[in-house]
């Protein structure tokens, strides 16, 4: 933890101002740190343990900062361009892994309403990343307002198919019946028009409030 402040940490600019020698002063601050600890190993009797966090603790602010670089992983199979939903996907990743996991315990164990929950509350996370204000930058790609609700309703329409084949999968393979395939379709049309008014309509209604208010008025009813 020590480590990962002192290579973190932005104030030494600061502090190089303030004092000429800043080494010596980081010095005495992570011994001063690290002594509770080194106290409690000498109490054990692990005294190997104290002089080594002891030495540590000298020498950290010697060593140089270490840059962590890190390429964002490609998402080949997302529609191209659509940066705000990679965006979306990315974010929310983690809630996408958790809710397949529910999705396939419900299938193991034959309780299909818990593929139906997990499948819906996808769909309202991959609708809800649409409520941010769209960047001006981005607007330039597109000629006029009808080139971008095309745009958006094509990549709208396969990212949400694409990422919900998983679920559908598990839904599937709970049962055969024809009944949770009308299911499926009726979610994906739902979820697409759901994120597609809420795209739409925030280029129309420039106020969050109201935009959320017809949010639940009329895009969650429906």
């Known amino acids: 933890l020590l480590a990962g402040y002192h290579n973190v940490r932005k104030d030494k600019e600061f502090l190089r101002t303030l004092t000429p020698h800043l080494s010596v002063f980081l010095i005495k601050e992570y011994t001063l740190i690290a002594l509770p600890f080194a106290g409690i190993e000498i109490i054990k009797g692990q005294f190997t343990d104290a002089i080594g966090l002891w030495l540590f603790a000298a020498l950290l602010p010697c060593l140089k900062k270490i840059?962590?670089?890190?390429k964002p992983v490609r998402l080949p199979f997302l529609y191209k361009g659509s940066y705000e939903y990679i965006r979306i996907f990315r974010q929310s990743f983690w809630v996408y892994i958790l809710l397949f996991l529910f999705a396939t315990a419900g299938t193991v164990h034959g309780n299909i309403k818990i593929n139906k929950v997990c499948l819906i509350l996808w769909g309202l996370v991959q609708a809800s990343g649409y409520l941010q204000t769209m960047d001006n930058r981005y607007l330039l790609h597109f000629k006029n307002f009808k080139t971008l609700c095309l745009f958006q309703l094509k990549s709208i329409a396969w990212n949400v198919f694409i990422t919900s084949?998983?679920?559908?999968?598990?839904?599937?393979?709970?049962?055969?019946?024809?009944?949770?395939?009308?299911?499926?379709?009726?979610?994906?049309?739902?979820?697409?028009?759901?994120?597609?008014?809420?795209?739409?309509?925030?280029?129309?209604?420039?106020?969050?409030?109201?935009?959320?208010?017809?949010?639940?008025?009329?895009?969650?009813?429906?």
């Open 165 to 222: 084949i998983p679920f559908s999968l598990a839904l599937i393979a709970s049962t055969y019946d024809q009944d949770e395939i009308l299911f499926f379709l009726s979610y994906y049309t739902a979820t697409l028009i759901y994120a597609i008014g809420i795209g739409m309509l925030r280029h129309i209604i420039p106020s969050p409030l109201l935009l959320f208010i017809v949010q639940l008025s009329i895009l969650m009813p429906f």
């Open 67 to 70: 840059k962590l670089k890190h």
